[in-house]
Structure formats: structure tokens, C-alpha cells
């Protein structure tokens, strides 16, 4: 099921998963807040989606984003790969766990972590990486920023790749 509350005048859902079909499309969510929470075998953002709340993205299977995302504090799961990797501004990246698969965010500014996020490969790229909470990945973690990155919470991986223009900590 779909739930979004919505404090502003524009909602547009290209479809709601029609008889038959187990993929969620969401071709454009302009200017909402509160909190919103998106349910569905498989999800797959291709449009602008922007929440100024919380976000929560729950699928049975993949999560796919190639358009433009937006929140204050994204979280969810998915029992596959979740792979963000449009033009996406999300301040923070809260519980969210892709059990069996990868995580894998693209983040045009700041983004804290304040977890607990987990994957099996989770890789994230940001302008700043802050990580105040918990990071798990199995495989590995993939941290890249164009400023810094920090961690002061947890990072648990058997190997780490990052880069950064600026300091790491």
C-alpha cells in the first residue's frame, strides 16, 4: 500500500502497481512533508520525488531511483538491492537495511548517517559523510565525498574503500 501525507497542493503517482503488476512507479511527488511511507513488491523512482519530512521506502524486492529524490531523513529495506543513484538531496539516511543485496546512495550535499543501515555492499557518495550511527556492510563500504567524511558512531565492514577532498575521521 501507498501512504503519503501531504501538507502541499501537488501529488501525482504515474501509477499505483495495477492489477497485475508488482512494480511501484513513481513518476512525480512534488512538495510534500510529514511523514510518508511507500510499500510495494518493488519500487522504482523515475521522476522527481520530494519529501520535506521523512521518507520511508519498504519493498519485498528491489528499490530502484534514477530520478530525483528528496527528503529530510530517508529509511526502509528492501530483501534486494536498493540503488538511489539519481540527483538525489537526502539529509540523512535513518534505519534502512537491503537484506541480500547492496545500498547504494548518490547524494548531491551533506548526508549524516545515523543508521542503524546495513547491506551487503553499502556505498555512498555524498558532498560530506557524516556518521553518527551505525554502518554495517558484509561485503564492504564504498564512502566517496567531495568534502569530508566523519564517523563517530560505528562502522562495521571486512573492508573499507573511500575517498575524500577533505578530511576523513
Known amino acids: ?34 511523514t510518508g511511507t511507500v510499500t510495494a513488491t518493488s519500487i522504482d523512482v523515475t521522476g522527481p520525488f520530494a519529501f520535506g519530512g ?8 528491489t528499490i530502484g531511483e534514477t530520478g530525483t529524490l528528496s527528503a ?23 534505519s534502512f537495511t537491503a537484506t541480500g543485496g547492496d545500498l547504494t546512495l548518490l547524494d548531491t550535499g551533506g548526508l549524516s548517517v545515523s543508521g542503524p543501515v546495513l547491506g551487503q555492499t553499502v556505498s555512498l557518495t555524498a558532498g560530506t559523510i557524516d556518521i553518527p550511527g551505525t554502518l554495517t556492510g558484509t561485503t564492504a563500504v564504498d564512502l566517496a565525498s567531495g568534502g569530508t ?8 565492514t571486512p573492508l573499507l574503500n573511500g575517498s575524500s577532498t577533505g578530511s576523513t575521521s
Open 72 to 94: 529530510g531523513t530517508l529509511f526502509g529495506a528492501s530483501t534486494g538491492s536498493t540503488s538511489l543513484t539519481g540527483t538525489n538531496t537526502i539529509a540523512a539516511l535513518g
Open 1 to 34: 500500500g501507498v501512504t503519503l501525507n501531504s501538507g502541499g497542493p501537488s501529488l501525482g503517482l504515474d501509477q499505483l502497481a495495477p492489477a497485475g503488476e508488482t512494480t511501484l512507479v513513481i513518476g512525480q511527488v512534488r512538495s510534500l512533508g510529514g
Open 54 to 61: 521523512s521518507l520511508g521506502l519498504f519493498s519485498r524486492g
Open 149 to 156: 567524511i566523519g564517523e563517530t558512531g560505528g562502522l562495521i
